[in-house]
Antibody
Framework: EVQLVESGGGLEQPGGSLRVSCVAS????????MSWVRQAPGKGLEWVSA????????YYADSVRGRFAISRDNSKNTLFLQMNSLRADDTAVYYC??????????????WGQGTMVTVSS | DIVMTQSPDSLAVSLGERATINCKSS????????????LAWYQQKPGQPPKLLIY???TRESGVPDRFSGSGSGTDFTLTIDSLQAEDVAVYYC?????????FGQGTKLEIK
């Protein structure tokens, strides 16, 4: 089955760190760019970060640049988001998303179910 | 960064009628190299991740009913849902993927009148 499964979310204090992961299955993970998109409770979608298929190029939203780091391990079909210096406004469901084949970098044809990150003291 | 603005913020349409959602980008998302508009539409139902409906502004994703259609070019785009069904109640988002950050519109909540 083609799917993405996120994990690693939880409760963290402001200023703390958390790493969320996304394990891919059912497709050739190393052939696709991957991204993280988040959604604060009751709010809209916010694009967070992206990484090309080889891992050679990464991109970030201004709101997380310098605090978050995206990476991937193609040998383990896994995408990561290392989140440092967490703030209350980082509280959100974090979705892992795969680019749409033939749809251009940044259009997402496959999404995970998301993992909740809560930043609070 | 490219700013995406959707209108309206919410919309109530009767079953069987047409729903129209607009999306405007702060700069063109038409790429001259391939003449493609880097604009996607998503549907999100409560408690679920978003689902891709339309990419390249007007190409329907596999499995999406043909009552969903996308149009527009450059900076102005429209998602049209013909013959609205009860299962179409959702929040709809446009997104540009012309250049990172691949920004989303604020969303349009579609309800049944």
């Amino acid at each position: 089955e083609v799917q993405l499964v996120e994990s690693g979310g939880g409760l963290e204090q402001p200023g703390g760190s958390l790493r969320v992961s996304c394990v891919a299955s059912g497709f050739s993970f190393s052939s696709y760019a991957m991204s993280w998109v988040r959604q604060a409770p009751g709010k809209g979608l916010e694009w967070v970060s992206a990484i090309v298929d080889t891992g050679g190029n990464t991109y970030y939203a201004d709101s997380v640049r310098g605090r978050f780091a995206i990476s991937r391990d193609n040998s383990k079909n896994t995408l990561f988001l290392q989140m440092n210096s967490l703030r209350a406004d980082d509280t959100a469901v974090y979705y892992c998303a795969r680019e749409k084949a033939g749809g251009g970098f940044g259009a997402f044809g496959l999404w995970g179910q998301g993992t909740m990150v809560t930043v609070s003291s | 960064d490219i700013v995406m603005t959707q209108s309206p913020d919410s919309l109530a349409v009767s079953l069987g009628e047409r729903a129209t959602i607009n999306c405007k980008s702060s700069q063109s998302v038409l790429h001259s190299s391939n003449n493609n508009n880097y604009l996607a539409w998503y549907q999100q139902k409560p408690g679920q991740p978003p689902k891709l409906l339309i990419y390249w502004a007007s190409t329907r994703e596999s499995g999406v009913p043909d009552r969903f259609s996308g149009s527009g070019s450059g900076t102005d785009f429209t998602l049209t849902i013909d013959s609205l069904q009860a299962e179409d109640v959702a929040v709809y988002y446009c997104q540009q993927h012309y250049s990172p950050p691949n920004t989303f519109g604020q969303g349009t909540k579609l309800e049944i009148k």
